[in-house]
């Protein structure tokens, strides 16, 4: 491709609370190598910090930096405001904290062109700054941890379910209605269902990776798994032929566990020593995987620390058990939309 052959790009990103990353983060963009035009635009939803100052400073020292309203403050309102903002044949997604290399937005675009897909993405390269989110980040990429999807634990180039953030064409976007903004979780996902579901490619490919910070304790960690949970078991609500195996696997394994629980309690209760046995069944499997998972993750990982691999155990069950928790758990009433815009 020729410097007159690159679309032109917006970048958009929305941002709540981002105070601490958010002026690295557009820096890293300003820093970008690509050759054809490039815009930034951050829709910034209402926060307690000064997300909305450090986004002006910036706009106001760089011409092709632009911000715009998020008045609810949810990632597809404001991923939607933001696109709408800009004028990019292509539309390049990152977070407000994402630390990406300085070819990202040129790999996307010319991987985007090369393959003919309508979205492009690569590695959430999980990294840690300390034991605990040094933990995290080894269950992040690991498949007992979190399944097989490529964006997750890598993986030869190639079609792809979703990937992590994304390069897409515009007319993509435009094609599908954009984000579905009763999504407030599990947006991408379902965004590239519909990508996929009108005749389009979603790519993979290991050369884009973005560095992403796991959450700092097991109460986030439980908040953030739980979150996800609840929104697949909403994907699968209006898009029934999405369920798999792998998305049984969690709430299955809470289920088989707390009846297991229950079963054992009983047989103790009836000085029953078979059904204590049987109850004790799951868990006791599960802890015995965990275990070996978490060795083999270990092994896997040698630069891994003491502190960090002892906290392993912990971190996978406390996703695990968050996950299928709010899978089980779904979304209440209220908050369901179907796919005609009623509850």
């Known amino acids: ?23 690295a983060a557009i820096e890293r963009l300003l820093e970008q190598d690509y050759p054809g035009g490039l815009e930034i635009v951050v829709a910034v939803g209402p ?10 400073q ?3 020292a760089h011409d092709h930096v632009r911000v715009v309203d998020n008045p609810s403050g949810r990632t597809p309102a404001g991923l939607n405001a933001a696109i709408a903002a800009g004028t ?14 300085r070819d990202y937005v040129r790999t996307g675009v010319r991987v985007l062109e090369e393959t003919g897909a309508d979205n492009v993405g690569g590695i959430m390269a999980a990294e840690g700054t300390n034991d605990f989110e040094d933990a995290v980040a080894r269950a992040m990429t690991s498949r007992f941890g979190v399944g097989d999807a490529s964006f997750h634990v890598g993986g030869e180039a190639g079609p792809a379910l979703t990937v992590y953030l994304g390069c897409f064409r515009r007319a993509a976007l435009a094609r599908v209605g954009g984000y579905d903004e009763s999504m407030v979780r599990a947006q991408d996902w379902e965004m590239n269902l519909r990508i996929r579901e009108s005749g389009g490619v979603i790519w993979f490919t290991p ?18 798994y739980h979150d996800y949970g609840r929104w697949r078991r909403e994907v699968v609500r209006r898009h029934p032929e999405t369920l798999s195996v792998r998305y049984l696997a969690a709430p299955v394994a809470v289920s088989a566990i ?29 802890a015995a995987a965990n275990l070996l998972a978490s060795a083999v993750a270990t092994a896997d990982a040698p630069r891994l620390s ?3 691999a002892l906290r392993l155990p912990a971190v996978y069950a406390t996703m695990h058990g968050a996950w299928g928790a709010g899978f089980l758990r779904g979304l209440p009433a209220d908050e369901r939309r179907d796919d005609s815009g009623t509850t």
């Open 47 to 56: 926060s307690r910090d000064r997300t909305r100052e450090v986004a002006q």
């Open 1 to 23: 491709m020729s410097g007159q052959e690159w679309p032109s790009v917006s970048v958009i990103m929305t941002v709540v609370n981002e105070e601490r990353h958010l002026a």
């Open 258 to 286: 707390g009846l297991g629980v229950v079963l054992a309690g009983i047989g103790a209760v009836a000085r029953q020593p078979a059904l204590v046995a049987l109850g004790l069944a799951a868990p006791v499997g599960y």
């Open 306 to 308: 003491a502190g960090a």
């Open 58 to 60: 910036v706009a106001d």
């Open 88 to 101: 990019g044949e292509v539309v390049v997604r990152i977070d407000g904290h994402a630390m990406v290399p």
């Open 207 to 224: 050369q884009m990776r973005v560095s992403y910070r796991p959450r700092h304790s097991l109460r986030a960690l439980a908040r953030q």
